[in-house]
C-alpha cells in the first residue's frame, strides 16, 4: 500500500526548490506545467516555492531546505541539484519514468541523427539517452555532464537511494522497482493535478475530434490524422482538429500540418489555457497516439471530465469508461482494427450521452 503525499507538509521547510532541466525556460512541456501546478499547490499551503534551473540554485542548501527534483530518464539536473543538497536535507524526486516498451517502439520510428543513435544503442533506451546526454555534453563542452552519461547507471541508481520518490502510479512504481530496485527510502502518490473544468466553447459548433499536443515524432500525430481520414469522419459529421505548437523536428512538423492541409483537417496552432481547455471539453473524442507517456495531463483531463479519450497503451493510466488505449503501432493510413473500434466505441459514446 502507498500513501498518498501530503502537499501541505511542504510548509514545514524553510524554503522549497522546484529544480527542472536548464531549457525549461523556454521549451514549456508537461514537467514545467505539472511543476508549476504542485508549486501553486504548496504555496496555497504557505510553502516558500522557487522553481529554478541549475544556474539558480544555490551552491549550498540548508538542512531546512527542501529539494523537489524531476526526471530519472535524464537525471544530469536532478543528480547536480541533489550534489547541492545539505546531508540532513530532505530530497523528494518525482521520476516522470517512461515506459520501457513505449521508448523502444519510438526508437524505431526516428529518423537522421536520431536513427543513427537508436541504431548505434542498438534501440535501448538507457543507451539511447545515454548517448543523447554524450552528444549534448560534447556540443557544450559540459564535462559534468559528460561524466553523468558515461555513468548513467550510477546516477541514476544514487537518485534513487539518496531521494523520496513520487509516483502518479503504483504501475509507475513497479515499472521503476523493476528496473533499478526498490526504493530504500520509500516512495508516496502524488498523481498529477488535473486542471478544473472549463465549460466547452458556446453553440453552433460543429462535431469534432481533437488531436491535441506539442507536434513531434514522439506524440505521433502524424500517423493518427492519417487513421482518422482513412475513416472518412467528415463523412461521418466529425471534423478533425490538430491542435499544438512545433515541436524541435521541422521536418515532422511540417509534414503534419501539410497532410492535415491537404486532407481538410483544421489546424489550429499553440492555444492560451483559456482556449485550450474548453476545446478539450467540447471534443467529442480526444486522441493521443504518443509512443509513451507518464500520465499526460490533457488525458487526465479528459478522463477527469469524462470526455472520451483514445490513448497509448504505454502509459499510466487505470481503467475508466470513457477511456480506451491502443498501441501506438497500430495508427497510420492502414488503421488496425483496434484503433477503428476504439474510436467507434468511443463515438457511440459520445452520441449515447448527447441523446440522453
Not at 519510438?106 to 537508436?118: D, N
Not at 497503451?313 to 498501441?327: I, S
Request: net charge positive; hydrophobic share 45%.
Amino acid at each position: 500500500m502507498v500513501a498518498f503525499f501530503d502537499i501541505t507538509s511542504l510548509a514545514a521547510y524553510r524554503h522549497c526548490y522546484f529544480v527542472l532541466r536548464s531549457d525549461h525556460a523556454t521549451k514549456p512541456g508537461g514537467d514545467v506545467d505539472l511543476a508549476r501546478q504542485i508549486g501553486r499547490s504548496a504555496e496555497a499551503a504557505g510553502a516558500t516555492v522557487s522553481i529554478v534551473g541549475i544556474k539558480d540554485l544555490p551552491a549550498a542548501l540548508e538542512a531546512q531546505d527542501l529539494l523537489f527534483l524531476f526526471n530519472i530518464d535524464r537525471p544530469y539536473d536532478a543528480a547536480t541539484a541533489l550534489g547541492r543538497a545539505h546531508p540532513d536535507g530532505r530530497a523528494l524526486l518525482y521520476p516522470l519514468h517512461h515506459p520501457n516498451k513505449g521508448v523502444r517502439k519510438y526508437l524505431t520510428q526516428v529518423h537522421g541523427p536520431k536513427r543513427l543513435l537508436s541504431a548505434i544503442a542498438g534501440g535501448r533506451p538507457d543507451r539511447y539517452e545515454a548517448m543523447v546526454d554524450t552528444a549534448k555534453a560534447v556540443r557544450t563542452l559540459d564535462i559534468g555532464r559528460l561524466r553523468a552519461a558515461i555513468g548513467r547507471g550510477r546516477v541514476i541508481a544514487g537518485l534513487i537511494e539518496r531521494c523520496e520518490l513520487l509516483v502518479t502510479s503504483t504501475a509507475e512504481l513497479a515499472e521503476i522497482s523493476k528496473r533499478y530496485g526498490v526504493p530504500p527510502r520509500g516512495a508516496w502518490l502524488l498523481p498529477h493535478p488535473v486542471a478544473a473544468y472549463v465549460s466547452a466553447v458556446g453553440q453552433g459548433v460543429p462535431r469534432y475530434i481533437l488531436v491535441p499536443g506539442r507536434i513531434e515524432p514522439r506524440k505521433n500525430q502524424l500517423a493518427a490524422l492519417q487513421a482518422l481520414a482513412s475513416m472518412n469522419m467528415r463523412e461521418h459529421g466529425y471534423e478533425v482538429v490538430l491542435a499544438g505548437g512545433k515541436g524541435s523536428d521541422t521536418a515532422y512538423f511540417r509534414s503534419s500540418i501539410d497532410f492535415a492541409l491537404a486532407n481538410g483537417i483544421i489546424y489550429v496552432s499553440q492555444l492560451p489555457k483559456s482556449l485550450f481547455f474548453p476545446a478539450v471539453s467540447g471534443a467529442a473524442l480526444v486522441i493521443n497516439a504518443s509512443f509513451f507517456e507518464v500520465t499526460s495531463l490533457i488525458d487526465l483531463y479528459a478522463i477527469e471530465n469524462k470526455v472520451p479519450l483514445v490513448t497509448t497503451t504505454h502509459g499510466y493510466y487505470d481503467p475508466a469508461p470513457a477511456l480506451r488505449q491502443v498501441d501506438p503501432e497500430f495508427w497510420g493510413p492502414s488503421p488496425t482494427i483496434e484503433v477503428v473500434d476504439a474510436i467507434k466505441a468511443m463515438l457511440t459514446l459520445t452520441e449515447c450521452t448527447a441523446r440522453a
